[in-house]
């Protein structure tokens, strides 16, 4: 894993909430206990900050969906061939892989849908 200072130089930044915000999110926390603490702090940060939450976790998308922009891994994918980061074979492949791992949901017509998609870039 890269250091942080690498990350800081790709864009990456630290944010913290401050003593308000911690206290709205463990209120947050005791009306949705169906997502964790980790997940409510993140979605806390991202609607601070304006940013889009990537997330997989499906209560959490549900909740924060009304409030702020909420994307997957799907998206995230489709995002980097758009943008010529990843080429259209590897998101293919990579796909497959993922589809192989124990314990992954993914929706498989979507999965279908995207790899048809980039099969035709």
């Not at 913290?16 to 806390?44: K, T």
Request: proline content about 4%.
């Amino acid at each position: 894993m890269p250091d942080w200072s690498v990350l800081e130089q790709k864009g990456l930044a630290f944010q913290e909430l401050d003593p308000q915000e911690i206290v709205a999110l463990y209120d947050l926390f005791q009306e949705h206990r169906n997502i964790s603490l980790v997940d409510l702090a993140m979605f806390s940060v991202a609607r601070k900050v304006g940013a889009i939450l990537l997330t997989g976790d499906k209560h959490l998308r549900g909740f924060a969906a009304s409030e702020i922009e909420v994307h997957g891994l799907l998206w995230i994918l489709d995002e980097m061939v758009d943008c010529s980061i990843l080429d259209p074979a590897h998101a293919i492949s990579s796909m497959t892989r993922i589809l192989q791992l124990p314990n992954v949901r993914l929706p498989l017509n979507e999965c279908a849908s995207y790899i048809n998609k980039w099969r035709n870039k």
